[in-house]
């Protein structure tokens, strides 16, 4: 089984390194250079779901985002009861996302 932290290697190695954070006024902060930019033209084009077989704490979704100049970066989130973000507002964001899932 694929872990995080193998996920997280392979995506800095293709030079995918830009954390993202959804902010409370829906725009994307890259959290190394601390730019911000709009969710707007924002894909999801790979997503990867992890769960901690021994420990419910290793429970996470990855989702690989690209916006309109080719970016990319990631965010990550624990789910459920364990979730990174207050109320809907992430589950929104990223059921509003639209999907173009690619192979890597």
Known sequence: MT??????????????DHELRLMEDGNLLDSDSGRTFSAEGVKIIRTYRFEGESNPDDSAVLYLLENNDGIQGY??????AYSDYDGDMFDNFIRNLPVEEREW
Do not use: F, Q, W
């Open 3 to 16: 872990t995080l932290s193998d996920v997280m290697e392979v995506l800095k190695e293709r030079g995918v």
């Open 75 to 80: 965010i990550i989130n624990a789910y459920g």
